[in-house]
């Protein structure tokens, strides 16, 4: 029914999705100030030993950061599905793809690059030496894309569903496995002074591959959330 | 090294985010009061 | 007695705490500008460096007042939500969360400034002692509030639950630092504090100054800030409406 063409409805949904993320800003700070708690409980869990804390420093930051992801995911697409908005989305004649990709770029800037600005002061609090910070921002910038893709996907698939938060985080954890194991190795070999290239590198491949799939796996799973 | 970038960077910074905090409100409240003067007109208007 | 109960019903309403409020900012603003003025003369320029710590001793003057109010605001807000909580006072409602904020900017300042202290004199930006971890909690407790009273529709029902957790946070607050302390003297590592040595007076003045400016600061801008709030949640009222008609004129 619109005669708009694609990229014009791609910066409108974007633009869009800004305006409301700005209005809805308190909730969006809710999971970065959640990766800040999170963060602090390890040392407090683990005692303060500067040593362990610089071991376990990838793996925590990593995890914090895919707990506030997954907390930020469940509201993806759940106000657009309550108020109708994303029926009409999809009946709109604009490739669903697209528009999934708006959304999950809209997230990425909200939600995973403040992660990623955030970082410093995670390594900062888990003593992470300096070697190590510049790969955990580079493993950030390329990962946090992924969790927005695969995460969108899940967040497509229970939309329509009650509870759809907790079960989100059960479906996308197992697919977030294979890039906290690369991202964290990457991190943990450049600190000892080993070879990372090969994990990131494997890391960007994701990135391709979940950039062109995701889009078209969310807009399938928005089709079948919304029969 | 020196100390003097960090006293200034303190200083700095608990100068920036005092200065913001107090003026937020004032922002805030220029705008709230535009807002409700433009809301009263249409008001007055109306009757 | 009369007198002094009709003063407490009095502010407790909303234009004439509007009102008063207003004629009290301005001067609360020019005593905080001039006593910091004094205060920094004093810390940056007369006092002297500590022989241990070197020039970076300055920063004291900043962080330890900030760290002051963090706490007492947090206090504040703890008190006030038990009267608010009992005897329904609205003022006392806004006056609450219009703190909040506040205090968590200066525990902020405090968190930031402490850091900045700690690198050239103990060569490191953070480390896990007790004080320390104990104001980033204090830090997250301001947040919590904050989060909290913003996910309510309505503000009365908001500024309850508000008061509820700072009543909660405030108890839990001392507990919390025995609890990190006790950890900390688990594991020897480090404990910055400062010497146990009392405090010289050329050094003392200017924390004083500072301490009283910042609390001329919490002041004005919770007033400031309370107003505002009151205009916002009245602004159907009759009072406000006068308000605005008398300022187009």
Known sequence: MSRQTSPTAFTALLRRDFLLAYRRRAELLQPLVFLLVVTTLFPLGVGPSPQLLANIAPGVIWIAALLATVLSLDSLFRSDYEDGTLEQMILSGQPLALIALARIVAHWLVAGLPIVLLSPLLALWMNLPEEGMSILIKSLIIGTPVLSLIGAIGGALTVSLKRGGQLLSLLVFPLYVPLLILATSAVSSSVAGLPYTGQLGLMVAGLIASLTLAPFATAAALKLSLT | MSHTPFILGSYLIGTVVLLWAALAPVINKRGLLRQLKARQARMEKIQ | ?249
């Open chain 3, 1 to 249: 007695m009369n007198r002094l109960y009709l003063f407490f019903h009095k502010t407790g309403s909303p234009p004439w705490f509007y009102k008063y409020s207003g004629y009290l900012i301005p001067w609360l603003w020019a005593a905080f500008l001039v006593l910091t003025a004094i205060g920094l003369y004093l810390g940056l320029l007369v006092a002297p460096a500590d022989y241990q710590q070197g020039e970076s001793v300055r920063i004291m003057y900043l962080h330890v007042p900030a760290a002051w109010m963090s706490m007492m605001i947090y206090g504040l807000m703890a008190i006030w939500g038990f009267i608010a909580l009992v005897w329904r006072i609205r003022i006392m409602e806004v006056l609450i969360i219009s703190s909040a904020p506040i205090g968590a900017a200066f525990t902020i300042i405090a968190l930031v400034s402490g850091s900045l202290w700690g690198r050239p004199t103990w060569g490191t930006y953070w480390v896990w002692d007790a004080r320390l971890t104990s104001e980033l909690v204090l830090l997250f407790l301001y947040f919590g509030v904050i989060a909290l009273y913003n996910s309510f529709d309505e503000p009365r029902k908001a500024a309850r639950a508000a008061s509820l957790l700072s009543i909660v946070g405030a108890i839990n607050l001392p507990i919390i630092h025995f609890s990190v302390l006790w950890w900390n003297t688990l594991h020897q590592g480090s404990s910055i504090g400062t010497s146990g040595n009392s405090i010289h007076p050329s050094m003392l003045w200017p924390l004083l100054y500072m301490a009283v400016a910042f609390k001329l600061y919490y002041g004005a801008n919770l007033l400031s800030r309370a107003r505002l709030r009151l205009l916002k949640q009245d602004h159907r009222k009759r009072w406000v409406q006068d308000l605005l008609t008398k300022e187009s004129t």
